[in-house]
C-alpha cells in the first residue's frame, strides 16, 4: 500500500514538473508571431488580412467567381505589393465589426482592413494607420419614407445597425428614442430591413451607397451626421509593421495608384 501511494505521489510530481516547464518554455506560434508581426509576415511570406465579405464596394464575396471584391480588397493588395513585392502575396480573412478586434488580437490575421472607423475607445485596443478613407455615418430608407433626416427618428421609428459597430452608439446618442435593432453583419441588416423590421438602417454611407446601388428602391436620406474616418488596424505596439503599412500608404497615394482604386468603386 505504501509503495502505492508513494508510486501515485512521484507521478503527479512529475506531471507538476512537465505542467510547468511547458507553461513556462515552449510559446505558442501566435505569441511568437506577436513579437514580431513584421518579421513574421516576411518570413511567411504573405500577409493575413480581416476583410469585410458582405459590404458592396469595400469587400464583398463574388458568388460566382468566389473572390472577395472592393475598395478596401485592392488597397490591402498593394499593401502586399509594397511590403511584399507582389499583390498576391496575401490571404484575405472573413471579419465582421464584432469579429475583427478580437480575431486580430488572437493572432488569426495581421491587419484589419475592414471600414474600420478610428476612435479613442478602439485605440485602446489596438494601434491605427493615418486615415485612408473619410465617411460619414447616413440612413438608408425605402424611397418615399417618411424618414428624412435623423431628427424624424422616434420611438415609434426602429433602427436597424450592425452589431459592434461605431454606427449602434453613434445612432443611440443622437437618436436616443429610437428602438435598435442589431444584426451580425451588413447582409442581415439590408435583408432585414428589406422584410421591413425595421424604418431604417443607418451606418457609414459608404456602405450604405453599395446596399442602394444593389437595390434603387431604397436611398440615402439626410446627408451624414458624424465623421467616420477609416484606419488599418494592428496589435498594439507593433510599430514597425504599422510604419511599414503607413509608408505603403503613402506610396499609394504619390503613384496616384490610390486614386485610381478609388475611380474604380467610387467613381
Not at 125 to 138: H, I, L, R
Amino acid at each position: 500500500m505504501k509503495k502505492v501511494l508513494l508510486l501515485a505521489i512521484v507521478t503527479l510530481m512529475s506531471v507538476m514538473v512537465l505542467a510547468a516547464c511547458n507553461s513556462g518554455g515552449e510559446k505558442s506560434s501566435s505569441e511568437e508571431e506577436g513579437k514580431n508581426v513584421l518579421e513574421t509576415i516576411k518570413k511567411r511570406d504573405k500577409i493575413i488580412v480581416g476583410v469585410k465579405f458582405d459590404t458592396k464596394l469595400f469587400g464583398l464575396k463574388n458568388p460566382t467567381s468566389g473572390e472577395v471584391e472592393g475598395f478596401d480588397i485592392d488597397v490591402a493588395k498593394q499593401l502586399a505589393k509594397e511590403i511584399l513585392g507582389d499583390e498576391n502575396k496575401i490571404e484575405f480573412v472573413e471579419v465582421t465589426s464584432k469579429t475583427r478586434i478580437p480575431l486580430l488580437n488572437k493572432g488569426d490575421i495581421d491587419a484589419i482592413v475592414a471600414t474600420m472607423t478610428i476612435t479613442e475607445d478602439r485605440e485602446k485596443e489596438v494601434d491605427f494607420t493615418d486615415v485612408y478613407f473619410e465617411a460619414g455615418q447616413s440612413l438608408l430608407v425605402k424611397k418615399g419614407s417618411p424618414i428624412k433626416s435623423i431628427d424624424d427618428l422616434t420611438k415609434e421609428t426602429t433602427v436597424i445597425a450592425v452589431k459592434g459597430s461605431t454606427s449602434t452608439d453613434n445612432i443611440r446618442e443622437k437618436a436616443p428614442d429610437a428602438p435598435v435593432l442589431e444584426f451580425e453583419n451588413y447582409a442581415e441588416a439590408f435583408t432585414a430591413l428589406k422584410s421591413g423590421k425595421g424604418d431604417t438602417l443607418t451606418t457609414d454611407n459608404s456602405i450604405l451607397l453599395g446596399m442602394a446601388s444593389e437595390d434603387d428602391s431604397f436611398e440615402l436620406v439626410g446627408g451624414t451626421f458624424t465623421d467616420e474616418p477609416y484606419g488599418i488596424a494592428v496589435k498594439s505596439g507593433e510599430k514597425e509593421f504599422l510604419d511599414a503599412l503607413n509608408k505603403a500608404l503613402e506610396a499609394q497615394n504619390s503613384s496616384g495608384e490610390f486614386d485610381k482604386i478609388y475611380d474604380k468603386w467610387f467613381e
